[in-house]
């Protein structure tokens, strides 16, 4: 049996955004007691003076994608699905290294990131916890159809869906298992960002059997066009959403949807030029704009928002992408404590996995980031303070 004190540390409180300066009890990977006596004779991790945190969860990030190219779309259809599976391998454990414990990658090659969650989980390879949507849905004029599956009717949506199902059953996926559809364009591609790219009632269609199968739909939608639609079909998250108005906004608080913003990204291709093409870095600028207006629109509501990087995408570096979205959240305006939520608890149980993860609460899994300097007086202290990081009780290596 797994069983130790870490002990001395502060420990966040990260519904309340304070600390509580008692010793957690890790017992086969969960915590099993929270006190300030405890018992002799158990080993003990001394985490005096240092501050620990929930493992952070990064709700969209592609793994098959290193970040580190300028164009990761190219590299994907040159490197072939072997070489981009290894390529997740190494994103998910640069980011379980640095903190990152869980991630939600919304596309990749051949569905691979449901077996790469399989693997990890196995244990035969070291990686962050992985809910894994597979392929991104979309239609023939999609966006990113290399890490897509190309589906333009609902006989075929509803087929895509069923497999997917199929799929993580068979790799053991523990529920909730998400589907992710492309229903706009993007900054990164060709294709025009404006109109839908399913009808309404190809996406009720979607909505409906993922929600009958008990999955969740996240859908990359920049257009007022596709936002509007995703949300009057009930689609659970919006990724990126450059487009929401406050009407929008008010109607996902109502409806217990989720915004996923990604506004990182978006400043770190703004600031690429010459780097990365032009029309790309002309896009993305348009979109942060729009993006930083939203975001501070949605906190006025109340409209729900849980932290996603993108990481992986071109130019914004090797894995994990969640701190710089973590540090651009908190520059548009959000308290540190607010932005750990996001990044924690609220993510956790949105995308159906709260009960296990997200905060330093009895029973949960003890995925804890030891950090040697306050993150709530400096958030850098992720990237410039980090001390240790624990995934289920074990100390990463
Ligand atoms: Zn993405």
Partial sequence: MNDFYMSGGNVLDVRNGDYIRKDLRITDGRISEITDRPEKGIPVVD????????????????????????????????DGDYLCFAKGVMGAYNSLKAGVTTVRDVGCNDDCAIPLAAAIRRGYVKGCNIIPAGSAIQGSYGHCPMIGYVANT?????????????????????????????????????EDVGPCMYSDRELKTIAEEAHRLNMKVASHALSYDAISRCLKAGID??????????????????????????????????????????????????????????????????????????A??????????????????????????????????????????????????????????????????????????????????????
């Avoid at 010459?274 to 629109?297: H, N, P, R």
């Fill in 47 to 78: 985490c005096t003076g240092k501050y620990l945190t929930p493992g952070i969860i990064d709700a969209h990030v592609h793994l098959v994608w290193d970040g580190t190219s300028p164009d990761p779309m190219t590299d994907t259809e040159r």
């Fill in 154 to 190: 609902e006989a075929e949506l509803i087929d895509k869906i069923k497999r997917l199902k199929a799929y993580h059953i068979k790799m053991q996926t523990p529920p909730v298992h998400w589907v992710k559809i492309m229903t706009s364009g993007g900054a990164a591609g060709m």
């Fill in 237 to 310: 998250t919006i990724e990126h959403g450059a487009d929401l108005d406050e009407e929008l906004l008010t109607y996902m608080k109502e409806h217990d949807q989720c915004w996923v913003p990604t506004v990182g990204v978006y400043k770190s291709l703004s600031e690429s030029r010459g780097i990365i093409a032009d029309s790309l870095v002309d896009k993305a600028t348009v979109v942060k704009e729009k993006q930083k207006k939203a975001f501070a629109a949605a906190r006025e509501i109340g409209t729900k928002i849980i932290l996603g990087s993108d």
């Fill in 312 to 397: 992986g995408s071109a130019n914004c570096g090797a894995h994990p992408f969640a701190f710089v979205e973590m540090y651009t959240m908190h520059d548009f305006g959000m308290p540190a404590d607010e932005v750990l939520r996001c990044a924690t608890v609220n993510s956790a149980e949105y995308l159906g996995i709260g009960n296990d993860r997200g905060s330093l609460e009895i029973g949960k899994y003890a995925d804890i980031v030891v950090l040697n300097a306050d993150p709530l007086a400096d958030m850098h202290a992720f990237t410039e303070a980090l001390d240790s990081v624990f995934k289920e009780g074990q100390l990463v290596e």
